[in-house]
């Protein structure tokens, strides 16, 4: 919830839809909802102060909506705590807060590599093109996996969603792995370690199998949750009871002792009861634990996993709310894969990064069953790129080259991915750099231009376009059948278009680029260090090898070979 709150009515959107980043005019409620759900009591305004409310009880900011001329405030609960903030420019007040609500967490280096992941895996005895499976592992991790090695497609984490374990429908009893769905699990995370690719999985802050009766009968789920809720069958562990905390937490660590390096927080902001007479174990009322739940998930977590792990591990949650951002990183949620669905998640990674989320990602393409359309996915994974996570997925549980539509197999779409995948691996260094400022700073890693050129009108109104750290400059296109853009240039430095390196422009002025499906428009600050390479080149090369499909007879074979012939330990 970021700015021009009290500022100029030009600064607004179109009449008839969201206002992107600025607020006034609405009204926002302060609960936590799926499936969309980082929230921040914490706004940004354009006249140079900002407010942060402390607390968890639910509330409502009315941003001139009732009123033009007052930013009206109410909260829940038997106080009221908050921090007006001052500065002269907006990039203090964004610092400030997020360290006063953190300090960010700070991932390890393989967090920005990209990442892979499907919305459920399935073990089919043959692969898309009709090869016979006989490689060890689940058929299709291991033909994403063969396949993006084979593309030169580079992949640091692999992300299996649920179902992973026995039990339906959900396929999460008691944290234990379905060796029928994922046969030879802790061989194959090693596989993945081999290859320099991080296993992730699903997990969620309930009990089911075995777990699930005796956790009842202990009394360690959440007073006054309906069952079935929303037709789910589940009792969600109460955190502030430690006994329950510790029985749920040892569920988890059986994940971490096969290897899995990371976690997708799910269903955190879900189905939590909100209201009534009832009490949390430490005597709290529900209400006030309706957007707590999300951060004391998140910690429970992160406690286990460090006890394993050290500092070697990544938790990303759906949910989040103050207290989240120590602990983790975060992604979109359930966003659409419509051309609306980039335009909001455009928008998203920017509101995060100011409200103290710096290392944020979306589901490239969209999560929603839509069927997969060309062009906004090919816009989606450029922008991807210049995000701290460039995760792809879940793509409706299939992959560029068997889509559920002609062409099936699509060379530009593994093209455009493999251009953007290996331009985020090269961004490595450059991701942790800022994102190391991010933690100790307060300074977000994707930066809204009002944040560096905050004199100029352009940086407040081009919302589109932001910094990614210090030196690059993107401005992601989600309109369908567009191939220019208008992009406002920073004033102060002088900026390189990266498609037409031979092309320099004095910043402080918008200028018009125009940008085919496969270009995302992109600068780099004239006297950095950065290197992207020659992207033209490299495209070229990505529609070559995209155009002639790889052998998986072979590569299962090979797949199949080493695991009869791996090392003792494996």
Not at 269 to 277: F, K, M, R, S, V
Not at 424 to 449: C, F, N, W
């Amino acid at each position: 919830m970021e700015r021009v709150v009290d500022g100029p009515q030009a600064a607004s959107w179109a009449t008839g839809i969201t206002k992107a980043m600025d607020l006034r005019g609405q009204k926002i409620e302060m609960i936590v909802k799926p499936t969309t759900s980082i929230y921040a009591p914490f706004y940004l305004s354009s006249r140079g102060y900002a407010v942060f409310v402390k607390g968890t009880w639910p509330g409502l900011f009315d941003f001139a909506a009732a009123n033009p001329n007052r930013v009206k405030i109410e909260f829940e609960g038997p106080s009221f705590e908050m921090k007006v903030y001052t500065a002269s420019d907006p990039a203090t007040l964004v610092r400030t807060h997020a360290l006063d609500a953190g300090p960010p967490f700070m991932p390890p280096k393989w967090m920005f590599t990209p990442w892979r992941w499907r919305d459920e895996h399935t073990q089919r005895p043959k692969y898309y093109d009709g090869t016979p499976v006989t490689a060890p592992f689940n058929s299709e991790v291991m033909e994403d996996v063969l396949l993006m090695k084979a593309y030169g497609i580079p992949n640091g984490v692999y992300w299996i969603d649920r179902p992973w374990g026995p039990g339906l429908p959900w396929g999460y009893d008691d944290f234990e792995i379905d060796e029928k769905r994922l046969p030879h699990f802790a061989e194959m995370v090693k596989w993945l370690e081999g290859l320099n690719s991080k296993t992730l999985l699903w997990i969620a802050p309930f009990f089911q199998g075995q777990m699930e009766k005796q956790a009842l009968a202990k009394g360690y789920a959440l007073a006054g949750q309906r069952r079935p809720a929303n037709g789910n069958n589940y009792p969600m562990v109460d955190l502030s009871n430690p006994a329950a905390k510790a029985y749920w937490q040892d569920g988890v660590a059986k994940l971490l002792k096969l290897g899995v390096a990371a976690f997708k927080l799910d269903r955190g902001e879900e189905d939590i009861p909100d209201n009534g007479p009832f009490k949390l174990f430490d005597g709290r009322s529900i209400r006030e634990n309706r957007n707590a739940y999300v951060a004391m998930y998140l910690k429970a977590t992160y406690n286990i996993a460090s006890k394993f792990r050290g500092h070697d591990f990544v938790l990303m949650p759906r949910g989040a709310y103050t207290g989240s951002s120590p602990y983790g990183v975060f992604w979109g949620g359930d966003i659409g894969g419509t051309q609306e669905g980039l335009r909001a998640s455009i928008i998203a990674v920017q509101r995060s990064a100011l409200m103290g989320y710096p290392n944020w990602g979306s589901d490239t393409c969209g999560y929603n069953q839509q069927l997969l359309e060309q062009e906004v996915c090919g816009r989606w994974l450029g922008f991807s790129a210049f995000t701290p996570i460039m995760e792809v997925g879940p793509t409706r549980n299939v992959a560029f080259w068997n889509l559920p539509r002609e062409p099936s197999y699509d060379p530009e779409l593994i093209a455009i991915w493999r251009l953007y995948a290996r331009l985020h691996q090269r961004l490595i260094d450059y991701s942790y750099k800022y994102a190391q400022e991010a933690t100790k700073t307060g300074m977000p890693i994707v930066r809204p231009l009002f944040l560096v050129d905050p004199k100029s009108s352009a940086a407040w109104v081009n919302w589109w376009t932001y910094l990614y750290g210090q030196d690059i400059l993107v401005s992601p296109i989600w309109e369908k059948g567009k191939r220019t853009q208008q992009v406002y240039l920073p004033s102060g430095d002088r900026w390189r278009d990266a498609w037409n390196p031979d092309k320099i422009y004095p910043g402080g002025q918008t200028i018009t680029v125009n940008a085919e499906l496969h270009q995302i428009p992109l600068f780099v600050r004239v006297g950095s260090s950065v290197k992207l390479g020659d992207l033209n080149q490299e495209w070229q090369e990505s529609r070559a090898i995209a155009a002639k499909k790889p052998d998986l007879k072979t590569l299962d074979a090979e797949l199949q070979a080493w695991f009869e012939n791996r090392p003792n330990g494996m």
